[in-house]
């Protein structure tokens, strides 16, 4: 199995970055390129070539650079943990629903990875292969799916380019503007109805929508599929590769709300 290794993207002198690896030196080669991005969304052989500032659309505005304080989500790509991350928020489905976890972050997926997806692994030939950017949560189709915190509700198409509906279906994404996760966004896809507009400001635990199958999930167990992105890009090498997510797994803060184990 690949080893995973998290860099950080360091601005210097001079305005030039470089990254700074929290892991084996060995397998941090340096950040995408933008046209590197771009042929990896077409499935082609990419190179791994250095670059100096972050692809626009990941951008979240603010862009922290403090140091969080205690309880809080991470406020920089500095120190963070993709396995770890714990961001402050309500579990998105009621605590009467009945569910189970599926799915997880880093499982295969079969379609092109975009420069916005993770990916576990590289081919021979330097094909990049796509890997899961959330967790499955497996509940009975017309489950009320739940803000996660108090946010503004906003369009994915205006921040992962190009956004596919026929991949996520019906989706609810959350901008958070709570202080201890200001910036974070949650997504809610493959839902049946949609109780909120782009615009809307919702509150933790308020009805968003209903799960469904909707995109690439109906010939799957009925599910919520849900993601975290943080407000700042991350270097994460893999495979032997090393791109620039806003993604991290979303599970240690499922588990740190799920009020079955609390």
């Known amino acids: 199995m690949a080893s995973l290794v998290v860099a950080v993207v360091v601005i210097g002198a ?11 030196p060995a397998n941090a080669v340096g950040a995408s390129s933008a046209s590197a991005s771009a042929a990896a969304s077409a499935g082609l052989a990419v190179s791994a070539t250095p670059r100096a500032s972050a692809t626009p659309e990941a951008s979240a505005s603010p862009s922290p650079t ?3 304080s205690p309880g809080s ?12 991350t714990v961001v402050p928020m309500v579990f998105p489905l009621p ?11 880093l499982v295969p997926r079969v379609d092109r990875p975009y420069w916005y997806n993770e990916i576990r692994g590289v081919t021979s030939t330097g094909v990049l292969l796509r890997a899961h950017d ?3 949560l497996q509940v009975a189709l017309g489950t009320p799916v739940l803000a996660s915190f108090d946010g503004t509700v ?28 200001l910036g974070y966004r949650s997504i809610a896809a493959h839902l049946s109805r949609l109780a ?14 209903w799960t469904g199958r909707s995109g690439n999930a109906a010939e799957t167990i009925p599910h919520l599929h849900f993601e975290l992105r943080a407000p700042f890009l991350i270097a994460v ?3 032997g590769r090393t791109r620039r997510l806003d993604s991290f797994d979303p599970l240690p803060s499922l588990r740190a709300c799920d009020p079955r184990l609390h």
């Not at 509906?165 to 959350?174: E, L, T």
């Not at 958070?176 to 996760?181: F, H």
């Not at 909120?196 to 968003?208: E, F, K, L, S």
């Open 237 to 239: 090498s893999y495979g």
């Open 95 to 105: 605590a009467a629903a009945r569910y189970r976890y599926g799915d997880g972050w």
């Open 14 to 24: 001079g305005g030039f970055a470089y990254l700074r690896s929290t892991g084996s």
């Open 196 to 209: 909120v507009a782009v615009g809307d400001v919702v509150h933790r635990g308020q009805v968003v929508g």
């Open 73 to 84: 989500a991470p406020v920089s790509a500095i120190g963070f943990r993709p396995r770890a």
């Open 134 to 136: 959330g967790v499955d």
């Open 154 to 181: 906003v369009d994915p198409a205006h921040i992962w380019r190009p956004w596919l509906p026929s991949r996520y279906g019906n989706v609810v994404v959350i901008q958070s503007s709570e202080g201890t996760s």
């Open 66 to 68: 403090a140091n969080p």
